[in-house]
């Protein structure tokens, strides 16, 4: 066990970057996320990369697309509501395809709300907080170990489909440590984005090569461009051609939308024989598993659907455990939003049952082994 | 197997460094797990302060308190807000000084802030104090790898300091261990 290491949420957040070879940190400090900007501020000048603290969120996320479009894996960190604030940025990164990650510690909100004490209050934030209609990727570890491993593939999605990753975390699972055993090196798999292949005199910028997303090259590798917050057609000038937009605005849905197959990340416990099943994700997760645990030492057909990964929504998963459940129980701690899209792919299969903490507390494997029972009778 | 401690006091008593440190040294026993859960207020000294470990010889599945196998209680409000989560049987160590009323039947009443400031000279080092006893009371600690820990925190008159004050602890935790926890037990049984 030589590569057992003792790690706080953020910290393997920030070993996970490194590892995907982040070179770009750009932020503004702000709890329970600082201690990413404070590790970045350490450990990327003496790599050779960037950490630049900003003078606000929003021109955060704006050097951090910069450094991207420049040809650097880049990233940022921050919580609610400096997470507000990049929702600008975020519509204008998904527009212009550029891949970069954006780390979001939950704590209670709104606005300034409780900032050292955990929530999932901006899952629908993460959503559909940018204007426009954009397809959105959300990632949600639940331990420190998760942490470092999701980074590392929001790092690899954002690569592969030319789009911001959110790494939505809370405070429990940030400010946690835990003993865990990182991968080395070789065993990581990384992405990297595609380059164009043919000379910049005939490189087009937006073209769509059949997969969906554009070669890309580096600002300062001889390929010139233009980069618009605007629709633009396939040269990156701004269009409001209805045979262009149409297009344009699919084409960054199908990109992600045609490997939904790919990306159903989530896990399962104990679900093949339960009838009542727990979908959760993030801190309220591991009290979840230790609930079910304990109700199924009470004889309960009880079981877990882990989600790792929050959008696009893993439905395929979703509907095959209601193929199987006569009730699912979603406990999270905000009012209900994933519960929301538990329910948008139920079309009557199942009962669905909430359960909801907004004390800005850790949920507890007491309170959903409560309701556990209520449930089961 | 699954073993809890909960330290419980206020922001500047140094509960989250205590913490870190007892969680490192578990972290270096190779067949045991950990998990470190931090609360506290905003404000940095007089807010709410608790530190959570988890210690288990398996994957930890819910790193919060279910119930402790031990108790530190370093101030009343921490020790009034966490004394419901110690199981029964379990011992609470409390600062004899700071927590005045309890009501519990396995105590131990330790001077930790008394015994920094008289004997070491710096009140600021009564949570090094603590971790000295905890070290010996716990079986799942051990005084080396703790030390090892604080060691790797601090330098010079510093680490001196720390450690000076950490050997005080371990060496009431023997003396206590020497005389029987029992009959400490029984003497302080009080409503």
């Known amino acids: 066990m ?22 770009f940190f750009a932020g503004y400090p702000i709890t329970p996320s600082s ?41 940022t960190a921050t919580s609610g509501p400096g997470f507000s604030l990049m929702q600008e940025h975020i519509g204008f990164a998904s527009i212009a395809e550029v891949p970069c990650v954006v780390i979001s510690v939950m704590r209670g909100g709104p606005s300034t709300g409780v900032p050292t004490h955990p929530s999932q209050g901006d899952v629908m934030q993460a959503r559909w907080g940018t204007h426009g209609d954009r397809p959105a990727v959300v990632l949600a570890p639940s331990s420190v170990a ?39 090196s070789d065993e990581i798999k990384l992405v990297e984005r595609l380059k164009p292949a043919e000379p910049p005199e005939w490189f087009v910028p937006y073209r769509d090569p059949g997969t969906g997303v554009p070669p890309m090259p580096a600002f300062g590798e001889g390929y010139r461009y233009h980069v618009t917050g605007l629709c633009h057609d396939e040269r990156g000038y701004p269009t409001t051609r209805a045979d262009e937009v149409e297009p344009f605005v699919r084409r960054l849905f199908r990109k992600i939308s045609q490997d939904f197959d790919k990306l159903q990340w989530s896990e399962t416990y104990y679900t093949e024989d339960s ?46 455990l209601m193929e199987s459940s006569t009730t699912i129980l979603v ?43 209520e449930i089961y009778g | 197997m699954r073993y809890e401690i909960g330290i419980a006091g206020s922001g500047g008593q140094g509960v989250i460094l205590m913490g870190v440190i007892l969680t490192e040294a578990v972290a270096s026993v190779d067949e045991l797990f950990v998990a470190l859960i931090q609360t506290f207020d905003p404000a940095v000294r007089g807010g709410r302060a608790a530190s959570t470990l988890v210690i288990s010889d398996e ?35 409390i600062d004899a000084e700071l927590v005045n009323e309890i009501v519990w039947d396995k105590i131990l009443r330790i001077p930790f802030t008394r015994i920094a400031r008289d004997d070491i000279g710096d009140e600021r080092v009564a949570n090094m104090t603590a971790l000295g006893v905890l070290s010996e009371l716990c079986e799942y600690l051990s005084p080396p790898a703790v030390r090892a820990s604080i060691s790797s925190r601090f330098k010079g008159k510093a680490l001196d300091l720390n450690l000076s004050a950490f050997e005080e602890g371990l060496k009431y935790a023997t003396e206590f261990r020497g005389s029987g926890i029992e009959k400490v037990e029984k003497e302080d049984m009080e409503i």
Do not use: W
């Not at chain 1, 003496?46 to 969120?57: A, C, L, N, P, V």
């Not at chain 1, 951090?64 to 880049?74: E, P, T, W």
């Not at chain 1, 299969?349 to 409560?370: G, Q, Y």
């Open chain 1, 275 to 320: 009838t009542l099943n727990v979908v959760a994700f993030g801190s309220v997760a591991r009290a979840a598993l230790r609930a079910v645990r304990d109700a199924r030492s009470k004889g309960m057909k009880v079981g877990l659907l882990k989600l790792l990964i929050l959008f696009p929504f893993v439905r395929r998963k979703v509907t095959q």
């Open chain 2, 59 to 93: 994957e930890i599945d819910y790193p919060g308190p279910l119930g402790f196998d031990l108790l530190l209680g370093l101030t009343q409000r921490g020790l009034d807000e966490n004394i419901a989560r110690l199981k029964r049987g379990s011992l609470a160590v």
């Open chain 1, 35 to 75: 201690e990413i900007a404070h590790m970045m501020a350490y450990e990327l000048p003496r790599r050779g990369g960037i950490f630049i603290q900003m003078e606000d969120e929003i021109a955060s996320l704006g050097a951090v697309i910069g450094a991207s479009l420049a040809g650097a894996k880049s990233v």
């Open chain 1, 2 to 23: 030589t590569n057992a290491e003792l790690l706080s949420g953020n910290e393997a957040c920030v070993k996970g970057a490194l590892a995907a070879g982040c070179t």
């Open chain 1, 331 to 373: 406990p999270e701690i905000n009012m209900g939003q994933i519960s929301r899209e538990v329910k948008r792919v139920n079309q009557g299969k199942c009962r669905i049952e909430t359960l909801n903490k907004v004390a800005h507390e850790p949920m507890t494997p007491h309170e959903i082994l409560e309701k556990i029972e």
């Open chain 1, 146 to 184: 998760e942490c470092f491993g999701l980074t590392i593939e929001a790092f690899n999605l954002a690569e592969r489909y030319r789009t911001p990753v959110i790494v939505l975390t809370d405070e429990m699972i940030a400010h946690m440590r835990e003993k865990v055993f990182l991968p080395s």
